[in-house]
């Protein structure tokens, strides 16, 4: 009982330390959003681990292991999946960032594509990271603290504790603690994985008894399932309608998993970091060697022996295993869960602070805020960010997960204008636009949050949770990246946006020149790429169900066939990540000073009689659209 | 003068090398008193070993030594673990496998903070650093 309190305690201690000395370096709120982009590389390249990785790898990645085994085998390759992201985009974006002068997604997204629609949506896949996403795996560890306690601590006096030392070291140091802080959190959370897999291995006696324990399980015709993949492709109606059979966990549940992931690198607060980084150095190491390296293998090996362990043993699961070893390492695995949770937390509750007030509040509705003012309100923002997740935490638990389940899928539909801006030049604006909104309704419609809502307004859809065994990122995708391309052809010879994106897509297209060596080898990265994404995460996974198995029955690497798949996918999928970064130049270093872009100087019109007309739409819209929806609630609902 | 990046840089670094090993020697020390085995409370002792040597890599990388702040720490917590051992062993409360993992950690480390400082300023200089001679006794600048 004395250590956990012992050990938050000095937790809480660390982050005010790391509060005091970032408010003291950013003068308390001159360099509060962005520390003045001088986050170092290495610093950056630590944070975007962690904040990727954060708690749901052991919050739900060994869970799903732990109850339904190693069917969704794209859980393995997370960490080579949540890295592509930042290969394909993060050098591209803070080459513009710093052309432009830019900070935030949000305000790439208004300068490139003069889009108030697009802000508006990463404001809200921002607020959705940072009072969902954040706020169920903070609820889950509000529960272990319960757990842990013996029932001394309520799980609400638990859930203020963790959200006010959140809220804390965030308001008082903003990015520069969020970013220093990370790096020791991202330390912290890798120390925790690794111990929570040495812990369950050891309990259950050596890694030799983990897989000789898995294979009489998997002897068990009732359990074998847990040990395969469940097909390519099941045309199930979906969660909640139609029953897959044996289980969900089919080869494309896998890839639309993966596509989920993919979400996390490209939100608004992996972009926030990328953007107040001091310069490109790391990424390519980061995302090579950090997080496809060094996180992706705790994943294939750390977490899936975790996982394995409560698969054997279900009371060995991650509650299960903090009640049975000693406390004081109890107490440490906990901080290190809480370390990477807050991290991510901390992270998204800047970003959408700092989305809300400064991307949307002051250019729609109060351009004459003072820069501290702007700070002021932000904090003030966070804080009631902070309290909403909180309450939702205590009081309304499931609608926080339905909504936590929306902010990866969303994020992925963030894609197309990321790609737009960095890769894919002949995307226009219509397309984009277009195709964020189609994507946005197949999200929508494919998650339980868009069917709940659908059903209380009394459309009940004929399909339910994930069509097809395919979750909601995968269907968004398909619908926006359909129109997306289709609007773009349509709509070639419109502009392409405003000033600084002609300046934006002329200055990458001039820095960024590939190589003739770098040319000569696109067709091998695109044929490496494709076949790792078909044998790794996509319909080949199948080959992986019985590729190790002995003729006899046994196992050829003494442990299941698609564990022992997912470490040589891992494996290949590390070079190919290293490959598409220093090989294709995708995110090596850029050597040489990026001059800043000066736009032509214009008059600001006063916009003060324009802000308050729109308040009042904006108020006179909220209680419009409210009226009808209890109108439609009480007269089709139930 | 040192630029605040850098310091901030090792802090960080000194952060996360106590918070991993630093925790995890002290689980396995404690752990080893709980089980009365020797072994595995020297295990944890070699841990702590492994965070000090860990620290003064990161010291030498950025070409500094421990802060006034870590020292105090350092000597503190020693005072108050020593203070701890010497009161459970006069209580009469430890077994003599407590009592020789103790003994192991506290020599160890005092061990290993004299061998830090005979290294770093050798016999003369370590002497030197407790050595502080009063304003009228030193000898004048040449």
Redesign the interface.
């Given at each position: 009982m004395m250590w956990l309190p012992l050990?938050i305690l000095f937790y809480a201690a660390?982050t005010l330390y790391w509060a005091r000395?970032a408010a003291r370096?950013n003068g308390n709120y001159q360099t509060y959003f962005s520390a003045s982009h001088?986050l170092?590389p290495?610093?950056s390249a630590l944070v975007l681990s962690g904040a990727s990785i954060s708690g749901w790898i052991m919050l739900v990645g060994a869970e799903e292991i732990g109850r339904n085994g190693f069917g969704l085998a794209a859980i393995l390759q997370a960490g080579i999946a949540l890295s592509l992201p930042g290969v394909f985009f993060f050098k591209r974006l803070w080459l513009l960032g710093q052309r432009l002068q830019l900070s935030s997604l949000s305000e790439l997204l208004r300068a490139y594509w003069s889009s108030e629609f697009l802000v508006a949506f990463s404001t809200v896949v921002a607020t959705l990271f940072a009072v969902a996403f954040a706020g169920v795996q903070m609820a889950a560890l509000s529960r272990l603290v319960v757990l842990l306690t013996d029932q001394t601590v309520s799980m609400p006096a638990a859930a203020m504790v963790l959200c006010f030392i959140l809220f804390g070291y965030v308001v008082i140091g903003g990015m520069r603690a969020v970013g220093?802080l990370g790096?020791?959190q991202t330390?912290?959370a890798g120390?925790a994985i690794v111990?929570f897999a040495g812990c369950a291995v050891l309990q259950l006696g050596g890694f030799g008894a983990l897989n000789a324990g898995l294979l009489k399980l998997a002897a068990d015709p009732a359990a074998a399932g847990k040990f395969i993949v469940s097909g390519v492709v099941q045309f199930t109606a979906g969660g909640g309608r139609q029953a897959a059979a044996a289980h969900e966990g089919t080869a494309l549940a896998s890839l639309a998993m993966v596509f989920a992931l993919m979400g996390l690198q490209s939100s608004p607060m992996a972009i926030k970091v990328v953007l107040s980084t001091n310069s490109p150095r790391a990424i390519a190491a980061g995302q090579t060697w950090v997080m496809a390296g060094a996180f992706g293998a705790m994943i294939a090996l750390c977490v899936a022996c975790f996982g394995a362990a409560s698969l054997i043993d279900p009371s060995k699961d991650l509650s299960g295993l903090l009640t049975l070893i000693?406390p004081?390492?109890a107490a440490?695995l906990f901080?290190g869960l809480l370390a990477g949770v807050q991290l991510m937390a901390g992270l998204a509750l800047l970003t959408a602070g700092e989305s809300l007030i400064r991307n949307v509040y002051k250019p729609w509705f109060h351009s004459s805020l003072s820069r501290r003012d702007t700070v002021t309100v932000t904090r003030v923002a966070i804080g009631l960010l902070v309290l909403a997740s909180g309450l939702m935490q205590v009081l309304t638990p499931v609608t926080l997960s339905m909504l936590a389940s929306l902010a990866l899928p969303l994020a992925f539909q963030l894609w197309t204008p990321l790609l737009g801006m960095t890769w894919l030049r002949w995307f226009t604006r219509p397309g984009v636009v277009t195709g964020v909104g189609f994507g946005i309704a197949g999200v929508l419609l494919t998650e339980p949050f868009g069917i709940a809502v659908l059903s209380a307004l009394g459309l009940e859809l004929p399909w339910g949770r994930a069509p097809w065994t395919m979750s909601s990122a995968a269907w968004g995708m398909v619908a926006n990246l359909l129109v997306t391309m289709l609007v773009s052809a349509f709509t070639q010879r419109r502009a392409f946006g405003g000033e600084a994106a002609q300046e934006a897509r002329s200055f990458l297209y001039g820095i960024l020149r590939p190589a003739s060596r770098v040319r000569a080898l696109r067709s091998t990265a695109w044929s490496i790429s494709l076949a790792w994404l078909f044998f790794a995460v996509g319909p080949g996974l199948i080959l992986g169900n019985y590729a190790f198995n002995k003729p006899d029955g046994g196992w050829a690497l003494g442990m299941p066939s698609l564990w022992g798949w997912g470490l040589v996918s891992w494996v290949t999928g590390l070079g190919i990540v290293w490959f598409l970064s220093y090989k294709m130049e995708m995110a090596s270093p850029h050597v040489g000073a990026i001059p800043d872009y000066q736009p032509p100087p214009r008059l600001r019109p006063d916009q003060r009689a324009a802000e308050r007309e729109r308040l009042r739409a904006l108020f006179v819209t909220v209680a419009v659209a409210f009226g009808i929806v209890v109108l439609i609630v009480l007269s089709f609902g139930h | 003068m040192k630029s605040?990046?850098p310091i901030?840089?090792r802090?960080?670094l000194i952060?996360?090398v106590w918070?991993?090993l630093g925790?995890?020697g002290?689980?396995i020390f404690?752990?080893g008193l709980?089980q009365d085995s020797w072994l595995l409370s020297a295990a944890g002792v070699a841990v702590i070993v492994l965070a000090f040597v860990a620290h003064i890599i990161v010291n030498g990388v950025f070409d500094t030594g421990f802060t006034p702040g870590e020292t105090a720490l350092g000597i503190g917590a020693y005072g108050v673990l020593g203070l701890v051992f010497v009161a459970g062993a006069v209580g009469g409360s430890l077994t003599m496998t407590n009592y020789y993992s103790g003994l192991t950690l506290f020599g160890v480390l005092a061990a290993g903070f004299l061998a830090y400082l005979l290294t770093r300023h050798g016999l003369r200089g370590a002497f030197s650093r407790f050595h502080i001679k009063p304003m009228t006794e030193r000898e004048p600048s040449k």
């Open positions: 050990y660390v000395m370096a001088s170092p290495w610093v220093y790096a020791v330390v912290l120390a111990g000693s004081w390492f440490w901080i | 605040p990046v901030v840089e802090s960080i952060f996360a918070a991993v925790f995890l002290l689980g404690l752990e709980k």
